[in-house]
């Protein structure tokens, strides 16, 4: 969404860029009056397509214990989404995260969308050993896809970690039962009831 104070995508990441990589459509260009600015990449949204999101956002409506309010968590001033718990991060994820960004490009929203469904599949209360292999087999294909759209200065070891989280279920089990956020949706429905 490009907000300025969370993205990894400015200026001197744009200039690192241009010694590190031939792709010139992320190359910074310059003004008239000799500043750089960097110009619009495919995988961020307009300023019309973030209110939209957040426009949508706001009137999202969830089944009840599914997750927190999520019109809560938008911010109409800036066009941002803000104060998502874990719980919340998971849903977007796992669910909204194809939805929320189906006016990007089919090749920025193709592995966005494959992404979502590996975590969704990850998340599943079943899960099935060959389908999980499955998950490990393409997982770095996926990251592979997500590495030609976007640029260097976004990965770090946290974007790495896809990697290793479909053998994580095969040794240990259901995520669901050594993930935090299951216990955090739960006190939060405990929370509202505790109100009513």
């Known amino acids: 969404m490009d907000v300025p104070s969370k993205s990894k995508d400015n ?7 241009e010694a590190l990589c031939a792709r010139e459509e992320l190359h910074t260009r310059t003004r008239e009056n000799g500043n750089h600015f960097k ?12 209110c939209a999101l957040c426009e949508w956002f706001h009137m ?5 214990g599914y997750s ?12 941002r989404l803000q104060n998502m718990k874990s719980h919340d991060h998971h849903v977007f994820r796992e669910v909204l995260l194809p939805i929320a960004f189906s006016a990007l490009p089919v090749e920025v929203l193709e592995p966005l969308s494959t992404l979502s469904d590996f975590f969704k599949n990850l998340c599943a ?17 996926i990251l592979c896809k ?3 759209i976007f640029p260097p200065a976004f990965w770090n070891v946290m974007e790495h970690v896809p990697l290793h989280l ?10 669901h039962y050594r993930w935090m956020y299951p216990f955090e949706r739960f006190f939060n429905w405990l929370k509202k009831k505790s109100k009513e």
């Open 125 to 141: 209360n079943e899960l099935r050993e060959d389908i999980l292999m499955e998950m490990h087999h393409t997982t770095p294909i």
């Open 39 to 50: 110009p619009k990449a495919k995988y961020t949204l307009s300023v019309e397509q973030r």
């Open 60 to 64: 999202l409506s969830l089944s009840d």
């Open 11 to 17: 200026v001197n990441a744009r200039l690192d860029l």
């Open 166 to 175: 479909a053998q994580e279920p095969v040794l240990g089990g259901p995520v």
């Open 68 to 79: 927190s309010n999520l019109a809560n968590k938008v911010d109409p001033s800036s066009a």
């Open 146 to 148: 997500l590495e030609t």
